[in-house]
């Protein structure tokens, strides 16, 4: 499978580790924090290719998630990461979004990282991936 | 991003310089919360408040090591970090893309804008970095030792050296802990009822304080015998912050008011309005006991190093000693019931379960129950009515209160005790029987006689003594 930021992550020097090994395609449900027009430009874009200065002190494994699409396995699970993130900064809506969205993720999007405890995952996308396309938005929780 | 030329100061240098990043505390697709630390190791929060366009708002605030660790294991929020500052002052600094501060304001506290502070609820509910572990376990302990009572335990005469006898250790232990328990115990009980706990349970969550509130001893020497004493109130994170605050502020209390206390007259008068004479027997008279001048050892309250002597545990006078302590006899703590219920793998002995203790599964507190209960006899002193078949009825324990309600009789009970609500249970009934079979049928109603037949009915022998 092709990725879409693979050039990118070769001159980054990640390419090899990254994604990381036990990332693997998978057909399942995901929710992501979006600014409300889903075709805004800073939706779907990974925060490396948003703010590559922000991983300038950052591990070799930090880097390469920066690479990935941030998702959560449910509502729940967004939410209550969306509260806890507000509760400390008032204006987080500014920097992740203000609207939470809901879509599918199949098999050739490319591959995702195993769920941790707080339900999040990443997608690391290949290079045929559009989730513009597949994404709808839900709700708005900013 | 919010105008702050009316509320701040314009600060024209950035006043800290040769930072150096310890870590991000808090990252979500880019650093929310990070910790530097500058040459003169002062440590200095980053907090990412806003941004625009061309910069990154950071408020950027100092913060002392004990608050900082309170912050990361949950006892305070991030926003009394903020608003509960030493320095008046914070700096609000507009950082561009090439990560230059280009914009700083100086801030009173008070006049910073409510968007840029942090939520009631904002505690730390992420992982503490690695890099923060190790050094904040020795800081726990450093705290524990720093907030500590600190006792020196030396023999009065020189016959063992500096040995202490291990049996005055025993004494001086139990009894400092003794005093400490009876403190937290009343004073929990005096400052807070079940109200101040919505969705817990009152009793439950006092129990848990009196056991998450185990003396330790975070320190010791030998010689002649030294030892701090300290209550943990940051590892136990199951509590609410109010209730951790508490337990740190009521440690240090029970230093003040017990064992570093001087009786003069006004901490006296004081004490004495505080805590009624039971309360003040259960908490001074165990350190009275260690006191005392008959005592073959001392005590005396040192620095955190046992190095300097504070002040020597010394019996106080008669007429002081008689106020504080007066000759009462203290009544046994009455016993709060509760009910559980054990979940256990055993076999039928004479149809009877058996489990024994390892096979133990689970034991849970109910707040509910249905009881079955069945009887041949109704007694009740020397009172006795035999019954024809077994005789079944039910108790519901609904939070603390045992209820027997037998509408056939018109009985309702409700007891705190469940061997009480039985034995109230058979009284009635008993007494139910005498009256009817004492009364003249003419004179009873036609739902006494109802009454009267139904118990007639389920009786074979009556043996009423009395």
């Known amino acids: ?142 | 991003m919010e105008n702050l030329s009316q509320i701040a100061f314009v600060s024209t240098h950035f006043p800290y310089p040769d930072l150096s990043k310890i870590s991000d505390l808090i990252y979500y697709e880019g650093p929310i919360l990070s910790h530097f630390i500058n040459k003169e190791g002062k440590d200095l929060l980053y907090l990412w408040i806003d941004s625009d366009s061309k910069h990154n708002r950071w408020l950027i605030f100092e913060v002392d090591r004990n608050s900082l660790i309170n912050y990361l294991y949950k006892n305070i929020s991030l926003r009394d970090l903020v608003s509960k500052n030493r320095k008046d002052f914070l700096l609000i600094s507009d950082i561009n893309e090439n990560l230059i501060s280009e914009f700083n304001n100086l801030i009173q506290k008070e006049n910073l804008p409510e968007i840029y502070l942090p939520k009631e609820d904002s505690y730390f509910e992420f992982s503490i970095p690695a890099i923060y572990t190790n050094s904040l376990e020795e800081e726990y302990l450093h705290s524990l030792v720093n907030d500590s009572i600190s006792l020196k335990i030396e023999n009065k005469s020189n016959k063992y050296l500096s040995a202490v006898k291990v049996d005055n250790l025993l004494i001086v232990l139990k009894n400092v802990k003794q005093s400490f328990t009876n403190f937290i115990s009343i004073n929990f009980k005096k400052d807070f009822t079940s109200e101040d706990f919505v969705n817990l349970n009152f009793d439950t969550l006092f129990s848990t304080v009196i056991k998450d509130s185990e003396l330790l001893m975070p320190n010791l020497e030998y010689g002649s015998f030294c030892a701090s004493f300290t209550t943990d109130y940051l590892m136990s994170k199951e509590i609410s912050p109010k209730i951790q605050q508490w337990r740190k502020d009521t440690f240090t209390r029970f230093k003040n008011e017990v064992i570093e206390a001087n009786f003069d007259i006004n901490s006296l008068q004081i004490l004495l309005e505080k805590y009624d004479e039971y309360d003040r027997k259960a908490i001074y008279s165990p350190i009275l006991e260690i006191s005392k001048d008959s005592n073959d050892y001392k005590i005396s309250i040192t620095d955190s190093s046992f190095k300097k002597v504070k002040k020597t545990l010394t019996p106080i006078s008669k007429p002081i000693q008689e106020k504080l302590v007066p000759k009462v006899q203290l009544l046994e703590p009455e016993k709060q019931e509760l009910l559980f219920q054990i979940i256990g793998i055993g076999e039928k002995v004479n149809e009877q379960p058996k489990i024994s203790k390892k096979n133990i599964l689970e034991t849970k507190e109910l707040n509910y129950a249905e009881i079955s209960q069945s009887t041949n006899t109704i007694s009740y002193h020397d009172n006795e009515l035999y019954l024809k078949e077994q005789f079944d009825f039910k108790v519901v324990y609904d939070r603390g209160t045992y209820i027997i309600d037998y509408s056939p009789f018109e009985i309702h009970i409700e007891n705190s005790n469940f061997e009480s609500a039985k034995n109230s249970f058979y009284k009635s009934i008993i007494d139910l029987y005498i009256h009817l079979t004492n009364a003249d049928e003419n004179q009873l109603s036609l739902k006494d006689i109802g009454f009267k037949n139904e118990l007639l009915n389920i009786i074979s022998i009556p043996n009423i003594k009395n």
């Open chain 1, 1 to 142: 499978m092709d990725f879409k930021y693979k050039n990118i992550m070769l001159d980054v020097g990640i390419a090899e580790i990254c994604p990381p090994t036990e990332a693997i395609p998978k057909e399942l449900q995901a929710y992501r924090f979006i600014y409300e027009k889903i075709d805004d430009d800073r939706n779907f874009k990974p925060v490396y290719i948003k703010k590559p200065q922000r991983f300038n002190d950052k591990s070799d494994v930090d880097k390469c998630s920066g690479f990935g699409i941030s998702l959560y396995k449910s509502e729940e699970h967004a939410i209550k990461k969306y509260t806890i993130l507000a509760n400390v900064v008032q204006n987080i809506g500014k920097t992740i979004g203000t609207h939470l969205a809901k879509g599918q993720i199949l098999n050739d999007f490319g591959v995702v990282t195993p769920i941790d405890d707080e339900g999040h995952f990443d997608l690391h996308e290949s290079d045929t991936c559009n989730l513009h396309n597949n994404f709808t938005v839900i709700k708005k929780i900013a």
